[in-house]
């Protein structure tokens, strides 16, 4: 599907639940409890106590802050009832209502919302290889948030009018990071080098616990206009080709909206439920210009953005 450029979030409408296929849906609801951190065996580790000293603080504009994607149009979807079709392809229709067709265009609802997403500019760091050669590690530094509104929706008592719908429950966090270069046509997949986020956290604030995206892997607890639950991680990558000026970082998981297409050949009676249904989940795509050459990598160089494109999309895929 064509990617839509990033803007504020469109309003969105009632949801459902969406299908176990989905690996991003939302977990067991839970009520949580103002200033008690989540516990399960999901629970991402809390951030929420503050050291002495406190935490670094960010100059304005360091952060590039991505808000939920979700909209009208990831709320619901129509589609044929194929498997009922497939039996009964007249299902419920009368020849006294010629547009009454129950099985036909029928609408889903889906339970879906948006993590919030912010990251810092792409950085290097260089560790000391075991072979003695220098090792160069690209990483982001990223913040989530569950909330404190999963989405706005229309406002039944006023016509024309949004109003934000609140969290009341942790979001299910399954994050992949994949930076593909444009220049070389290769995709890396984000990997954890412990040593390195070691190194990355003392540089970027000593204080602020950076989690892997395997310890992020969990739920993400929903935060309120009182207490602000943001979760910090960093994703890694080694061996990216410096032949690499432009490329694109796709963030898998920050939303749990989904849709599904029906194949193009139909459903016969007797074939399994859901044969030859494909599913396509919504992914952040973020665009990075790097005009530098291969003799001295220095960070500097990446900017956000490529030129003639946009700066970031949410897609289907």
């Known amino acids: 599907m064509p990617a839509t450029p990033g803007t504020t979030p469109a ?15 939302t977990s067991v609801p839970a009520t949580p409890i103002p200033g008690a951190p989540l516990v399960g065996p999901q629970a991402v580790p809390t951030q929420d106590t503050v050291p002495q000293g406190g935490f670094r603080v960010l100059a304005p ?10 909209g009208v149009d990831d709320t619901r979807s129509e589609h044929d009832l194929i498997e ?50 220098e090792r160069l590690v690209w990483y982001m530094v990223f913040r989530v948030k569950n909330g404190p509104v999963k989405r706005y929706v229309h406002d039944e008592t006023q016509p024309n009018k949004l109003r934000g719908d609140l969290v009341d429950k942790p979001f299910l966090f399954v994050p992949r990071f994949e930076l593909e270069s444009h220049d070389v046509k290769k995709l890396y997949v984000d990997k954890v080098i412990p040593e390195a986020v070691a190194a990355i956290q003392k540089r970027e604030d000593k204080n602020r616990k ?19 639950r943001s979760i910090w ?3 890694t990558w080694e061996g990216i080709d410096l032949n690499t000026d432009r490329f694109t970082i796709f963030v898998h998981g920050l939303t749990n909206a989904y849709k599904w297409v029906d194949a193009a050949d139909g459903f016969k009676a007797g074939d399994p439920i859901g044969k030859g249904r494909s599913y396509q989940y919504q992914v952040l795509k973020l665009n990075f210009w790097r005009p530098g050459d291969t003799k001295y990598e220095h960070e500097e160089e990446i900017r956000f953005g ?11 895929k």
């Open 233 to 235: 991680g960093v994703a």
């Open 210 to 228: 950076l989690l892997t995206t395997a310890e992020l892997t969990g739920d993400i607890p929903p935060s309120t206009p009182e207490i602000d």
């Open 61 to 70: 504009g360091v952060l590039t802050m991505i808000p939920s994607p979700v």
């Open 11 to 25: 309003p969105t409408t009632t949801p459902a639940t969406p299908p176990a296929a989905n690996p991003f849906g």
């Open 306 to 316: 490529i030129p003639g494109d946009v700066d970031y999309a949410w897609f289907y």
């Open 84 to 133: 009922l079709l497939a039996s009964a392809p007249n299902y419920g229709e009368r020849p006294n209502s010629p547009n009454r067709k129950p099985a036909r265009g029928v609408r889903f609802e889906h339970d879906v919302w948006g993590l919030e997403f912010a990251f810092k500019p792409i950085r290097y760091i260089r560790l000391p290889g075991a072979d003695g050669k």
